[in-house]
């Protein structure tokens, strides 16, 4: 007989049943402490002061009748199990209580010892069956709940979601209300259909058991890929399915990106023009290759697969080949030219890190660049021809204008040496200032061209740091009386910057040549004005030098304005060398000038010195 201390009360107010069911239980439990309570409420008491083992419950009691009574009791302690005791009036209301928690009935009728032991002993053995099934159902709703992966259970006919857990609530940013009044198939985006990989390959409705790829739309619009597992469970008597998601978009752009990525890396491959792309192995073997060209005639990249890239080269380029890839499998860059039969070749070799760092693969760029270095060797040659012509010019400006000069001296003593007022007839006098002039002429264009071949050779000016405010000072106060004579107003203004690194003698030519074209070309219609100022800039320094005068018309002389002996006004002594010159000077030291100007406005010029 069960031996074991039991705690056991009895809530019966039929003194005759009380009795025998208390005879029963002292005769099966020896050792077990009976409690009698009569009413729901004394029951209840006792409840609250007694830790008992298992409950034998009377449905008609005076305050309380049929399955009122249970829930009552149930409600106030459902970890007891609780034993109905029922007449054969209750016996349908007994069969209700079975079903939201009691653990057993026995009819009273049929009440025996062996009933009661049996009852209480099953009923206490099931009561920690169900407490254990409870607890694990909590530790699984916890689980479930505060799964980092987004988790719900729909129904598997319906597809109504049942239950949603945080994750995919935040993931999916809907709230628990709404979830609970979707379907699974309001989740996928617009024109999609499950498919399944592992489910017997069933689609469409059919989620039991399997796992889908699938595209989900959030509550924002945002379409998502997803890989949907289900798995059949039961929730409250009703047939479900059990989803865990995983959200692969991410997986799925990176895997779009390197699939994208290998086709263009294969079709530039293919069409690399004038070589090929190749991909070694640390023992130089070819992995991959293909281009447009290959080194070898008349041959596929298919020839060349797994074999070694320098035995298809002849010593010592073999040998060359060798020496120069190996230090790129230590991370090195390396770009050289090799010849193979008549063909120069330029091979670049990079690295191909793979994840965890180490070099096993190097890629290679081999282009034919035979015609490019035929080219460069003729344009070697033509700019050595050149040089040598521009040399040979130069050579021959010098003597020219020095076998010029000499005579042209001579020419110039004979004439000052001349007495014209001995000669009567007109015809010669007019001929000798004829021939004077021209002589003059000749000389001053002569000395032009030399000035200007000193400028255009002397390269190597010196540069100094200068005072932009003292040479314009100097400049303008060698021209004074042609300023005063003319009332020329001059503003300047150098409060911006006013030192530069210049040729002093350059930049006293450049003024004056400015100064005295503003006088030159001043318009009849008002007085002349000059305004200079300075401006600092990130690489120099920039100078505006501005009047009111005649203006050029650029639209007709844009392109000729610093051209040797280009004219653009009816100057007697206008000889157009000025502005070239001028050009020239600023030029040959690293600088810029440019000109805006407007016919009857005026012109500006633009001098950039640089650093």
Known sequence: MQQTPLKILVIEDNPGDYLLVNEYLEEVFQKASILHAVTLQEGTDLLEKESVDVILLDLTLPDGMGISSFRSIYAKVPQIPVIILSGLGDTETALESLKIGAQDYIVKGDCSPTVLLKSIQYGIERSKIYDHLKKSEEQYKYLFKNNPLPMFAFD??????????????????????????????????????????????????????????????????????????????????????????????????????????????????????????????????????????????????????NTIYTSHFHSPVKEKLQQKLLPVFEGKNVVFEVKHDDLTYMISAVPLYEAGGSINKILIASQNISEQKRNETEKEMLIEELTQNNSDLRQFSYITSHNLRAPLSNLLGIIKLLDTTTITDPMTTMLLQNFEECTLQLNDTVNDLINVLIIKNNVNAKKEKLDIRKI???????????????????????????????????????????????????????????RVRTEKTSDGVTLFFSDNGLGIDLQRYKDRIFGLYQRFHDHADSKGLGLYIVNSQIRVMGGEIDVESEVDKGTTFIIRFKN
Do not use: W
């Open 156 to 305: 598997d006919q319906q597809h109504t979601f049942l239950m949603v857990n945080e994750a995919a609530l935040k993931h999916y940013g809907y709230s628990e209300q709404e979830f609970l009044q979707m379907t699974i198939n309001d989740l996928k985006a617009a024109g999609q259909a499950a498919v399944a990989r592992s489910n017997g390959n069933r689609t469409g409705e059919n989620y039991v058991n399997g796992s889908f790829e699938l595209q989900h739309s959030k509550k924002t619009a945002e379409i998502i890929d997803v890989e949907m597992q289900t798995h059949e469970i039961v929730i409250e008597g009703r047939n479900a399915c059990l989803a865990v998601i995983h959200d692969v978009t991410e997986r799925n752009r990176a895997k779009e990106q390197l699939r994208e990525s290998e086709q263009t890396f294969r079709t530039i491959s293919e069409n690399f023009p004038n070589g090929a792309v190749t991909i070694l192995n640390r023992d130089l073997a070819i992995l991959f290759m293909a281009g447009k060209e290959f080194h070898i005639k008349g041959v596929s990249a298919d020839y060349f697969e």
């Open 472 to 530: 314009f000072e100097r400049v303008t106060h060698s021209v004074q009386n042609v300023i005063e004579q003319n009332q020329v107003t001059i503003t300047a203004d150098f409060d911006s910057v006013y030192e530069i690194d210049f040729n002093r003698s350059y930049l006293e030519s450049i003024l004056l040549n400015l100064v005295t074209n503003a006088v030159k070309y001043k318009s009849p219609k008002r007085s002349p004005e000059v």
